[in-house]
C-alpha cells in the first residue's frame, strides 16, 4: 500500500523540476531583453547627448562690412588687373548700388585720373554706345591698358623665379599669381615651381614620387619643409627678427593643419585672488609671446624696459607700423584649464586679442592639441616629463637637529620616505657630505641647446639680508632629483656598469641644464616671497627676518609650500631661528658678513702649488672671498704670472711670499657690514703700476668710525699699464664706481671719493682731455660726488689694499694668547693693554684717536713730540711713533698755517755732465701750433753737453712707436746712440714700448719729476727760444712757421748760445771740428772799412750779434742752401 504514493510523490517532483525549468527559461529571456533595452536606451542617451554638444568654438565669421572707396587709376598698365579686380569685388558687396551696366560703367569712369580720364571723356562727351554696355567698355579698358605682352612676360618671370631667403608659403602664393595669368599647361608649371625651390627641398623631392599636378607638388614640398624643421635643419628665427602672425592674416594661411586657437584663459597679478578673464590666440607663426598694450594698460600690468629694443616682423617682412618692442611684463601667473606659471609677455600695439602664445610657449611646454575639438591639454597638471634617481650613499655622521616645537605640525615636509618616491611631473625640461654618482655627460653636454635662465648672483643675495636679525636655512632633500626626467628621454642619461645597463628617470647632477632648470623652478614656487624675506639659490632656501613673531608666520609660509609642491626638506642639514647662520660659504649675522672659518681653515692648510693645475684650484678657491681681501690682485700678481702661456712653472720665493701673505690676509678678515641706503659712502682709491684697488665705506650717523662694505681690486691689462699716473688713479675711480654703480648711482647723500693724488681734485674743473679721458667724464656725470685728495699716510685702507694686508683682531687673539706673568701684556676688564696702555688693534681706531689728540681744538695741531706724548699717555699700537710722525708731516692744515722751523733746503744740483757729445740727450715736444703743412708739433732733441738741437716736425702728438722712429731717424742715423735719455712722464716716453725699446738698446731712460719742469730746464729753455724766433718771423696767418725751422740753427741760437756761454767753442766745432758756413746770397759777412773780408771772422764762422739778416725771405727761398761743413 506504500508503492502508490511513491509513484505519486516521484510524478510530483518531476512536474515541479519542469515549472522550475520553464519558468528559468522565461526569466533568462526577459534578462536577456532588459539587456538588449539598455543596450539601445544607452544608444539613444549617447546619440541624444552627442546632438545636445554645442558646436566646438570656431574662428567667428568675418562680419560683413562695407569695402573702403578705392583709389583712382591713373593709366599705368601694372596696376590695370589690380584696379579691375578691386572695382568687381566692390560692385559684387553693393550689387543693390548698380542695378544696371550704366551705373557700373559710371562708377568705374569716377574712379579714373590722368591718362586714363582722358580716354573716357571723349565717351561721355559723344555718348557713346559703351556707356551702356558694361562688358563692351571693360574689352575696351583691356585693349587700352592691359600689358600687350604680358603672356611673354608672365612667362619669363615664371622660369626666374625662385624661392630664395622666402619662406615656402610666399613662394607658393607668387607663383600661383603668376600662373593665373599664364597660358602654360600642368607640367610646365611643375617642371617651373620645381626648379625655384631651394636646394634642400630639391634634395628631398629626387627620394619622393614624382608630382604629375603643381597642386601635388605644392603638397608634397609642404610636408618636406614642416620635416626639415622637425630635424632642426633649418634655426629658429630669434626674437630679435620675430615674425608674428597677427589674426587676420590667419584666416589667409594655406591648406593645411591649423595654425592657431583660442583658449580661455587667467592672469593672475600678485595683489589679486580671483584673476582676469581673458583670451589667448595660440599661434604657431609668432616667435615668442605678445600681450596687447591696451589690455596692459586697461589693467595697471607692472612692465619693464627692453634694452635694447627689439624688432618685430610680420609674416610678409614688414616691421610693425608700432615700432620695434621696448617693455615687457614682469612675470604673471597664468591659468589654462589645470595648467598654471609664471610667463612674461612682450608688449606690442594693434593685436586684435588681448593675449597671443607663441612658438617659444608651444616648444617649452609641448602640449597636446585637439583640433578638432580646438582644445589644448597638457599631460598632467604639469608640463613635461622629469624622473629622478637616488643614489644609496655611505652613512656620514651629521649633527642631530630637531624640528621646532612651533613647527611640529609640518613634519611631513622632512620626510625621509616621503622623499624617496618618485616627484611628480613638473613644469620643466629638464652637497652633502654623503657619495653621489655622477657620470661624465661632457659630450651630451657639449650638444645640449643651453639653457639661458640666469642664477642669482651671490653678491644681491647677501645684499637682501641689510636689516635682517633672525634666520632659517632650509636644504632640499635630494636636490636635482626633484625634478622628473621627459618620457623618451631617458636615453640620453644612460650610462653602463660591470652590473648593467642603467638610465636616469630624474635629473641627474652633470647636466648642463640641470642648474638652471632647477633654479626656475624654485623661482617659480617661491615668486611672491623672494627678496621679501626668503632668497633662494639652487637647492638652499635662506628665511630672513627683523623679528622672531614675523619670522615663525614666514617660516610657516615657506613650509606650507614646500608642502603643497610635494618638496621635502632634510632636517640635519637644516637650521631654524639662528642670530648667525652659514649661507653660500658665508657667515650671515646682523654685523655684517664674513668668511666660513672652515674654509678658511681649508686654505690655511693649503699646500704649496706643484703645478699648474694647483694654482687653477687655489685662485679659483681665494677668487670666490676676494671681496674681503684688500689688494687682492695686487697679492696674486706673483702667482697669476704662472699662468701665462709659455712661462714654465717656477714656484720661487716671490711666489712663496704671496702664498703666506694671502693665507695671513684670510685669517684676519674683517667683517663686511651691509650697505644702509641711508647713510653716506666713501670710496677709497689707490692705483700701482700692477693693479687698482678700492673700498666701499660708510658713515654711520651717530658719528661712529667708517666700516668698510666691500673691497674692490684688479690687475691692470697691457694697454692699461701705459697710462700715466692721473689716468690709472681715475681708472681706479671707474672701475669702482662701475662696480658699486647700484650703490653709488643717484645715492642719497653726495659721495666722498678720497686719494693720494692731488690733480685728482681738479677732475670736474680740467678743460683739456683726450677723448679717453672725455669717455670717462661722460660716465662720471650720472654721479654725485667729490674728489677729496688724502696724503698717502692718511689713506690707509687704500694703501692697504694694494702694499700690505690688514692684521685686525687675529693680532688681538693671538696677543690674548702671551698674557702672562713675565709679560707686557695684560688683560683688565676683557681689555688688552700693552704695560698698562690701551692696545689699538684696528688702523682705523688709530687713525680716529691721531685726529682727536692732533686735528681737536684742544690738542692744537702741536708738532711730533707732543701729540707722540698725547698719544702715548692711554694709548699704545706697534709702529706708534712711525705712525704719529707721518700724520703731523701730512698734515695740511700745519703745512698752511705754521711757519717754516727747519734748515733751509740746499742748493740745486745740477745734472751728471755727459762724457762725451750726444752721450746724454733731453726730448720734448712743443705741442699745440697752428697747421703749417699739415704740421702742428715739434719734436725737439737736445744735446745735453754741446746744446745742439734737433727741431722735428710732427703732424701730431706723436705716439710711442712713431716717437722711436723719428729718434732713429734723426739722433741714431747722425749721431749713435746715447747713454742716457731725460724726458717728462709723457705717454710716449712711459709706454711700456718705449721702455723696451732703450732697454734693448741699453740706453738709460730718466723721467722728470711730476709736475716739476726744472727738472729738464735746458730743454725747456729751448723750447721757449724756438717759439719766440718763429712768433717774430711767421706770417699773419701763421701758417709758414715749419718753413723756418732749419734757420733757427744758423741765426738765433747761436747768437743765445755764445751770449750764455761765452767761453765755450761753437757746438759744431765740438762735434766737427768747424763752425756752421753761411752763403753770401743770405747773411751779409762783416767788411771792414778797406774793403775786404775780416778773413779771422769767415774762417772761424763766427757771427757777431750785429749780424744783419736780409730784408725778407723771399717765400722760395731753399733751406737747402744752410749747410755745415
Known amino acids: ?225 614642416a620635416r626639415l624643421q622637425q630635424r632642426g635643419s633649418r634655426r629658429p628665427e630669434t626674437l630679435g627678427r620675430a615674425r608674428f602672425t597677427s589674426p587676420p592674416q590667419i584666416a589667409e594661411a594655406n591648406p593645411g593643419p591649423p595654425r592657431h586657437l583660442l583658449l580661455d584663459t587667467r592672469i593672475f597679478l600678485q595683489s589679486q585672488k580671483e584673476g582676469i578673464p581673458t583670451v589667448a590666440l595660440v599661434d604657431s607663426g609668432a616667435t615668442t609671446s605678445f600681450m596687447d598694450r591696451a589690455f596692459a594698460t586697461h589693467y595697471e600690468i607692472p612692465l619693464v624696459a627692453v634694452d635694447p629694443p627689439i624688432k618685430v616682423e610680420t609674416v610678409d617682412g614688414r616691421e610693425l607700423k608700432s615700432g620695434p618692442i621696448r617693455f615687457a611684463t614682469q612675470p604673471v601667473r597664468m591659468i589654462i584649464g589645470d595648467h598654471e606659471e609664471a610667463i612674461s609677455f612682450y608688449i606690442t600695439s594693434n593685436l586684435h586679442l588681448p593675449l597671443v602664445l607663441g612658438v617659444s610657449w608651444l616648444r617649452l611646454h609641448d602640449p597636446l592639441v585637439a583640433w578638432a575639438q580646438n582644445a589644448i591639454s597638457f599631460p598632467s597638471l604639469q608640463c613635461v616629463d622629469h624622473l629622478r634617481h637616488i643614489c644609496a650613499g655611505q652613512d656620514i655622521a651629521t649633527p642631530a637637529v630637531s624640528l621646532p616645537s612651533e613647527l611640529s605640525d609640518f613634519s611631513d615636509v622632512f620626510s625621509e620616505k616621503e622623499a624617496d618616491q618618485l616627484p611628480p611631473h613638473r613644469a620643466y625640461d629638464c652637497p652633502s657630505g654623503e657619495l653621489r654618482l655622477c657620470c661624465d655627460y661632457r659630450r651630451l653636454n657639449s650638444i645640449t641647446v643651453r639653457n639661458s635662465y640666469p642664477l642669482p648672483l651671490i653678491p644681491e643675495l647677501m645684499e637682501r639680508l641689510r636689516e635682517a636679525t633672525i634666520f632659517t636655512k632650509l636644504n632640499l632633500h635630494g636636490a636635482y632629483n626633484l625634478v622628473r626626467m621627459r618620457n623618451g628621454d631617458e636615453w640620453k642619461t644612460a650610462f653602463g656598469t660591470h652590473y648593467g645597463h642603467f638610465e636616469y628617470t630624474v635629473m641627474p647632477f652633470g647636466l648642463t641644464n640641470a642648474p638652471a632648470v632647477f633654479q626656475h623652478l624654485m623661482n617659480d614656487i617661491f615668486w611672491d616671497m623672494l627678496d621679501r624675506f626668503v632668497v633662494v639659490y639652487l637647492d638652499d632656501i635662506l628665511i630672513y627676518s627683523r623679528s622672531r613673531d614675523h619670522h615663525l608666520h614666514q617660516v610657516r609660509q615657506v613650509l606650507q609650500r614646500l608642502r603643497e609642491h610635494k618638496l621635502y626638506a632634510k632636517l640635519e642639514k637644516c637650521f631654524f631661528f639662528q642670530s648667525s647662520i652659514e649661507f653660500l660659504g658665508h657667515i650671515i649675522s646682523p654685523e655684517g658678513i664674513a668668511m666660513d672659518p672652515k674654509k678658511v681653515e681649508a686654505l690655511c692648510s693649503w699646500e704649496a702649488p706643484h703645478r699648474v693645475k694647483d694654482v687653477q684650484r687655489l685662485l679659483g678657491f681665494a677668487n670666490y672671498y676676494r671681496t674681503f681681501i684688500p689688494g687682492f690682485a695686487k697679492l696674486m700678481d706673483p702667482i697669476t704670472q704662472l699662468l701665462r702661456k709659455k712661462v714654465p712653472f717656477r714656484w720661487g720665493p716671490p711666489q712663496q711670499q704671496a702664498f703666506e701673505t694671502l693665507k695671513k690676509a684670510f685669517v684676519a678678515e674683517p667683517i663686511l657690514r651691509h650697505p644702509d641706503p641711508n647713510c653716506p659712502f666713501v670710496v677709497e682709491t689707490d692705483a700701482s703700476n700692477v693693479a687698482i684697488g678700492a673700498v666701499l665705506l660708510q658713515a654711520p650717523m651717530d658719528g661712529r668710525p667708517l666700516f668698510p662694505c666691500a673691497y674692490y681690486s684688479r690687475k691692470l691689462t697691457a694697454s692699461e699699464r701705459n697710462y700715466t699716473i692721473w689716468e690709472k688713479e681715475l681708472l681706479a675711480i671707474k672701475a669702482a664706481f662701475e662696480t658699486w654703480r647700484h650703490h653709488l648711482e643717484g645715492a642719497r647723500h653726495k659721495v666722498e671719493v678720497r686719494t693720494d693724488h692731488r690733480n685728482l681734485e681738479h677732475l670736474s674743473t680740467t678743460r683739456k682731455l683726450n677723448q679717453r679721458q672725455i669717455r670717462w667724464s661722460l660716465f662720471f656725470a650720472r654721479f654725485n660726488f667729490s674728489v677729496t685728495y688724502v696724503p698717502s699716510g692718511q689713506n690707509r685702507r687704500a694703501d692697504a689694499r694694494i702694499r700690505e694686508a690688514q692684521q685686525l683682531d687675529a693680532c688681538t687673539q693671538q696677543k690674548r694668547g702671551e698674557v702672562g706673568p713675565d709679560s707686557p701684556w695684560t688683560l683688565e676688564e676683557d681689555l688688552l693693554r700693552h704695560r698698562g696702555l690701551l692696545y689699538v688693534p684696528t688702523r682705523t681706531l688709530r687713525a680716529l684717536i691721531m685726529t682727536q689728540c692732533h686735528d681737536n681744538p684742544a690738542a692744537g695741531h702741536f708738532g711730533f713730540y707732543k701729540t707722540l706724548h698725547l698719544v702715548t699717555q692711554t694709548f699704545w699700537w706697534p709702529r706708534v711713533r712711525h705712525d704719529v710722525f707721518a700724520y703731523v708731516a701730512s698734515c695740511v692744515q700745519c703745512q698752511q698755517a705754521k711757519a717754516a722751523s727747519g734748515a733751509p733746503p740746499g742748493l740745486l744740483q745740477p745734472l751728471p755732465t755727459p762724457g762725451r757729445p750726444w752721450g746724454a740727450i733731453s726730448m720734448d715736444f712743443l705741442t699745440h701750433l697752428p697747421s703749417s703743412s699739415g704740421y702742428t708739433t715739434v719734436l725737439v732733441v737736445v744735446d745735453m753737453l754741446t746744446k745742439m738741437t734737433h727741431f722735428i716736425p710732427c703732424r701730431r702728438l706723436p705716439s710711442a712707436r712713431v716717437t722711436a722712429r723719428l729718434f732713429i731717424q734723426h739722433v741714431f742715423r747722425l749721431h749713435g746712440l746715447p747713454d742716457r735719455v731725460v724726458s717728462d712722464r709723457g705717454v710716449q716716453f712711459t709706454a711700456q714700448f718705449w721702455k723696451s725699446l732703450m732697454n734693448a738698446l741699453r740706453v738709460q731712460v730718466c723721467l722728470a719729476s711730476a709736475h716739476h719742469p726744472e727738472t729738464d730746464g735746458g730743454t725747456e729753455k729751448v723750447i721757449g727760444i724756438l717759439a719766440q724766433y718763429l712768433r717774430c718771423f711767421v706770417n699773419q696767418q701763421q701758417n709758414d712757421w715749419v718753413t723756418y725751422l732749419p734757420l733757427v740753427h744758423a741765426p738765433d741760437l747761436i747768437r743765445i748760445y755764445h751770449a750764455q756761454f761765452p767761453s765755450k767753442p761753437h757746438p759744431d766745432r765740438q762735434t766737427r771740428g768747424k763752425g756752421p758756413v753761411v752763403r753770401d746770397s743770405v747773411v751779409t759777412r762783416r767788411i771792414d772799412p778797406a774793403g775786404s773780408f775780416d778773413s779771422d771772422d769767415s774762417e772761424n764762422g763766427r757771427l757777431e750779434p750785429a749780424v744783419n739778416v736780409e730784408s725778407e725771405l723771399s717765400e722760395d727761398t731753399d733751406v737747402s742752401q744752410y749747410i755745415y761743413s
Open 1 to 225: 500500500r506504500l508503492e502508490p504514493a511513491v509513484n505519486v510523490e516521484s510524478e510530483l517532483s518531476e512536474d515541479t523540476d519542469h515549472l522550475v525549468e520553464q519558468q528559468q527559461q522565461q526569466i533568462d529571456h526577459l534578462l536577456q531583453s532588459n539587456q538588449t533595452l539598455q543596450n539601445q536606451v544607452t544608444q539613444l542617451v549617447n546619440h541624444i547627448s552627442s546632438l545636445q554638444i554645442p558646436a566646438a568654438p570656431s574662428a567667428p565669421p568675418l562680419r560683413k562690412s562695407p569695402v573702403s572707396m578705392l583709389e583712382k587709376f591713373s593709366g599705368q598698365m601694372d596696376m590695370f588687373p589690380a584696379f579691375l579686380g578691386k572695382c568687381q569685388l566692390f560692385m559684387s558687396l553693393k550689387p543693390e548700388d548698380f542695378p544696371n551696366d550704366q551705373a557700373k560703367v559710371g562708377f568705374i569712369i569716377s574712379l579714373l585720373s590722368g591718362q586714363a580720364a582722358k580716354w573716357a571723356t571723349p565717351l561721355l562727351t559723344q555718348d557713346s554706345p559703351l556707356l551702356d554696355n558694361f562688358q563692351g567698355f571693360l574689352q575696351q579698358m583691356r585693349v587700352m591698358f592691359e600689358n600687350p605682352i604680358k603672356s611673354q612676360t608672365v612667362a619669363r618671370r615664371l622660369w626666374d623665379i625662385n624661392q630664395g631667403k622666402r619662406s615656402l608659403q610666399e613662394y607658393i602664393a607668387e607663383f600661383r599669381l603668376l600662373c593665373m595669368d599664364s597660358n602654360w599647361n600642368e607640367p610646365a608649371h611643375v617642371d617651373a615651381f620645381q626648379e625655384g625651390l631651394v636646394d634642400t627641398i630639391k634634395d628631398e623631392l629626387v627620394h619622393a614620387e614624382r608630382a604629375s599636378t603643381l597642386d601635388a607638388l605644392v603638397i608634397q614640398c609642404l610636408r618636406i619643409e
